[in-house]
């Protein structure tokens, strides 16, 4: 079976990384752009040019946040022969369409639980099938800042990786059914891979106005994996003591259960959540065969953690996993399927020498 997803690597300025990416991903953005004017239209009822400007309420906080997101953005659209404001909408497209149901498991795997002694997140992405068409591997050299590998949607200037320091992310969408004006959370994954310790990652996450809501989960090769969840008025951590530390799409800390809007909607984040603690809690040894394993469990299917479509959902909700994730901070590996973890295989990257 070939590589489906494409790999690009892209360096120097932020503008002119945002221009290589933007021509060398042309194709992929273009499906990105049309399957996002699509969901916005019939789930957020604004045509593209009103999420343009919607879009642009975000460009103050980001600039605050992390100026090099702008010039790249920009470069991007260049080099894509679109508009600055298609792209930027693009990075703001969960903060536009915050209530939706996103699902996704993530499980994040200390030392003190693998066969080498390696720090490593996993992650299944369940959302739309049409995402498969506009993922793909990015390398980034931002010198001064580490290197990052990551998977992304295509015009997307962060996503789930890791960078050179042995810092790495995946997400858990949650919600509190409200949002503001502040930092899109596609941003927010690349200030933190833009970090070198994990407490630098966490404050990207603690001091900044926050959009919306949802988990990151941050793990470091230092040994330390932690799920940090927010909303747009505050954020907790949570840290493993020797255990996998595993989420779903509800929330766990007791800061926000009472808010918690996305269970409502998405009531198979249970299971799936349950079905990560059993098959990992107490359990030692793992390798990333028996990781993708995990991920590829079907209990509960289709809405399993390895999750299929289900026809009986509207078709603009008919998700499923579009490709499954393993980071090895250590090796600083990324591992990713072309689809569910179930059909295989994954396939390594490695930064480039």
Avoid at 130 to 140: D, F, G, K, Q, S
Wanted: proline fraction near 5%; charged fraction near 20%; hydrophobic fraction near 40%.
């Amino acid at each position: 079976m070939a590589f489906e997803h494409q790999v690009i690597r892209i360096k120097g300025s932020p503008f002119e990384r945002g221009v290589a990416y933007g021509e060398q991903a042309k194709e992929r953005i273009l499906r990105t752009l049309s399957l996002y004017q699509g969901m916005v239209a019939a789930n957020a009822h604004l045509d593209w040019e009103s999420a343009k400007k919607v879009a642009l309420r975000f460009e103050e906080s980001i600039k605050g946040y992390f100026p090099d997101a702008i010039d790249e953005m920009k470069g991007i659209a260049q080099g894509a022969d679109l508009t600055y404001e298609d792209v930027l909408a693009l990075n703001c497209r969960s903060e536009l369409m915050f209530a939706l149901p996103d699902g996704c498991t993530a499980i994040s795997y200390p030392p003190e639980t693998t066969a080498d002694g390696h720090t490593v997140l996993t992650q299944t992405w369940d959302w739309l099938l049409p995402a498969r068409a506009c993922t793909v591997v990015l390398e980034i050299d931002q010198a001064p800042l580490p290197r990052i590998l990551m998977v992304v949607e295509a015009g997307m200037i962060g996503g789930k990786g890791l960078n050179e320091d042995g810092i790495g992310v995946t997400l858990n969408a949650l919600s509190v059914g409200k949002g503001q004006v502040g930092v899109p959370l596609h941003v927010m994954y690349r200030k933190i891979l833009s970090s070198k310790l994990l407490s630098d990652a966490i404050e990207c996450v603690g001091r900044c106005q926050r959009a919306g809501a949802g988990n990151f989960n941050i793990g470091s090769a230092c040994g330390i994996v932690a799920s940090v969840e927010y909303s747009p008025d505050n954020f907790s951590v949570m840290m493993s003591e020797g255990e996998p530390l595993c989420h779903a799409n509800h929330y766990l800390s007791p800061l926000f259960i009472a808010d918690d809007k996305l269970k409502f909607q998405l009531a198979d984040t249970f299971v799936r959540y349950n079905r990560a603690r059993v098959l990992t809690q107490g359990k030692r040894g793992f390798t990333v065969k028996t990781m993708f394993d995990v991920m590829s469990n079907h209990d509960n299917f289709p809405d399993s953690l390895c999750s299929h479509p289900d026809p009986r959902d509207p078709d603009m909700l008919r998700m499923c996993t579009v490709y499954a994730v393993a980071f090895d901070l250590n090796d600083r590996v990324l591992w990713v399927t072309n689809g569910n973890a179930c059909e295989g295989p994954a396939y390594p990257f490695r930064f480039s020498a």
